[in-house]
């Protein structure tokens, strides 16, 4: 499948994908309204809606597409968004002259990617986070409790998640300074209240929720992928130091409520169904709740990239592939309702790391370094056992098609300096 | 003060008190718009508004009082809220004609309360548990880990808290099903799935925010307070055996999300001015962002009752006080900010179990019946290890003031059994 807008073999964002975002014109007092990424450009479906293009899926009225998120498209259900992703396709295919013949409404409706700004796509209520790569979970038990005791007895018989902080999830391109807490290194005989000491990223995928249950109705495992509208990159920052001496017994709590950053384009699961791949081999077999049949993991390839200050370019310093997660969203979703908890449209799962059996493909600093003992080397001579202030981190991922990409975009943040706090916070303690 | 509408002295609702709750009228296609409980009545804010009573505080194209919950008032801030507090107080005075006199203006405003449909008051964005009943951490750690470590040693440095679950929290009223999940009884070798069996109540008090802060800024603990729009009555139901199997290393999840129940008046903090008392002494000192010179506690005094299906009346099970929590709402604000976590209008911080330092004052039942080794005894000869089907739970608390009461109304639910699952979700393994 081909559009009449040229989009190069490595570009993200040919007719195959088609994520939606939401944007807005640089630099103006522009509505926010939502589009869908085709090759360089952004296609403004408000101006496809008003123009009466949606007819018979979605009634003009409900201002779908003007809306300033995701959140109403993403309660339709997937029957709707199919339905809409067809037409789209249609509308963009080379054979097709509606959009491609008429001067007029391309010049309205197809804004170069250069000339917008993209915003935060969905309004998010609750934002869960889960703990599904069992490379990283391995990793993590041995640095802290030891090879014997990596993996915790519950690991292998249910997705381990918690609930995360939804307020603080920032698009990509907001810069983030790091975080103040309190910390107990182990030398200290008191805990101590400084700028975090050991930063670090995660690289995770988000999966956003449509159209969810409602409380008391589980979501079986077969139907679970229906309440997936569609995946964006996720980089849950998370304060190490801040997070060992916390956690105990309920939890990360403020060592990761600071922010998460998020990638600004969603890709539907629709545009990864070429790309689905069984997942990992489950032993011992899960729960009848928890089982599926269907391959129910996705071949997407994933990149960490760092920048210092003092680097003229960017590292490649992890690799990684959403393949490697040992429970599927699907398990996921079925998982978490099935005390009967409710799932709403805009909902965020994030994945937790994904981390690889190599070593290149550990998902977090953490790993990669393994908690400072083996210091990651970087190109300029520096190197990094935890972030520091100026490093900019960027993580892509796409699915390699023949002779396309389905891709994400990018998620990216540099990390600034603590703030000076006053008063009371200015007691910093070092 | 005195209200020219009669108040008993028992009532919860004397013009000392004036919460905030939403409403529709009962039974009809009513919308909804926020009011104030005055006795046996409501008092419709909406209409006041409408007839300009509020000018000079808020702007009549707001529609602040009109709106389907509290969030936009809450957005106000504490000056405002005053001012409006301050507005209702003399609306309401006994020595005031304005409405007293006016039987026009009485029949459209002041509704009786069982007349009414009361909604769920508040659009909650996120919502933070936190753990702070030292007597509540101190009896969950005897049991699960012993006297000596009973303790976590980071408990008396920082309020322990993590992130709960929003989209699950309903009004006083709802019943709820007993929820399904997988839990690994001690003699077990492989996890079952299962209806829950140790299913709980918690004894909490909830903490409703606003304005809150921008990402970044935290808010300093001389300032927390100004964010506390009220209090509600909190019961954060918990699947006790659920919990245990899942919760290790990240906390607890669907052991506490499929249901927490709040009671429908908002109590502003400014209605608790006369009630505020010192917290317990902390030792050893919190680090200075912690620290407050204030007393930052409240005399709250709080009941829980049981009613099973063969019961003619509640049992009284426990009685707790809001002022035995160890760390106060300012100092969990001054915390959960610290990273620069941000907290919006509308977010809810639960104080966590509130038990007391005697056996009656223990606030939930895995300590009142010391995880089934001491079970309660209810009056008609039947006794409770955990909840059963048919049991109502409900929570009341009040300030006693000379001659009136500061009170919450109360928070009550019954629980259902178990919903028959299907499919994959049937096969429950007993």
């Known amino acids: 499948m081909q559009s009449f807008i040229k989009v190069e073999p490595t570009n993200h964002f040919p007719i195959q994908n088609l994520p939606y975002g939401v ?30 293009y949606f007819e018979g899926i979605l009634s003009l009225e409900e201002e779908i597409f003007s809306a300033t998120s995701l959140n109403k498209f993403m309660e339709k259900g997937h029957e709707i968004w199919r339905a809409v992703r067809k037409k789209i396709q249609n509308v963009l295919h080379a054979d097709e002259p509606v959009l491609r013949d008429n001067a007029e409404l391309r010049a309205r409706a197809l804004i170069p990617q250069s000339d917008v700004e993209m915003q935060i796509p ?3 209520g609750d934002y869960t986070d889960f703990y599904a790569s069992k490379e990283h979970a391995t990793n993590v038990g041995m640095m802290f409790r030891g090879k014997e005791d990596a993996l915790m007895p519950n690991w292998t018989h249910l997705p381990v998640g918690y609930h995360g902080r939804a307020s603080s999830i920032v698009l990509s391109g907001t810069n983030i300074h790091r975080p103040h807490g309190q910390i107990k290194p182990a030398d200290a005989s008191t805990p101590l209240f400084t700028p975090c ?25 077969d139907n679970a992928e229906e ?45 990864l169904e070429p790309f689905r791949v069984e997942g990992p081999k489950q032993d011992p077999e899960p729960l009848p709740y928890l089982k599926t049949e269907k391959a129910d993991s996705f071949d997407i390839h994933l990149e960490v ?17 959403y393949k490697y997660l040992y429970w599927s969203a699907a398990q996921q979703i079925a998982h978490h309702t099935i005390t009967g908890c409710n799932l709403n449209a805009g909902d965020l799962l994030g994945t937790g790391t994904i981390s690889g059996p190599d070593r290149e493909e550990r998902g977090s600093l953490l790993e990669l370094a393994w908690r400072g003992a083996e210091p990651v080397e970087l190109s300029n001579g520096e190197q990094r056992s935890w972030i520091e202030d100026g490093d900019e981190l960027t993580m892509t991922g796409w699915c390699q098609g023949d002779g396309y990409r389905v891709g994400f975009g990018e998620v990216t943040a540099k990390i600034l300096p603590a703030k000076v706090l006053k008063g009371k916070q200015e007691k910093v303690l070092l």
């Open 23 to 52: 944007f807005k014109l640089k630099g103006k007092n522009d509505r926010q309204r939502v589009g869908v990424a085709i090759g360089e450009y952004v296609l403004d479906l408000a101006v496809l809606e008003a123009e009466g």
């Open 122 to 124: 969905v309004h998010i």
């Open 197 to 221: 000491r050991q930063l670090d990223f995660e690289l995770e995928m988000g999966c956003f929720i449509g159209p969810g249950n409602n409380l008391g109705e589980p979501i079986s495992i």
């Open 227 to 271: 309440n997936v509208f569609g995946l964006v990159l996720l980089n849950d920052w998370s304060a190490r130091d801040i997070q060992a001496w916390e956690y105990q017994p309920l939890g990360p709590f403020l060592a990761k409520n600071f922010a998460s950053s998020i990638s600004p384009w969603v890709v539907p699961l629709d545009a």
């Open 305 to 321: 990239y760092i920048k210092g200050e003092n680097m003229e370019q960017s590292d490649l310093i992890a690799t990684s592939n």
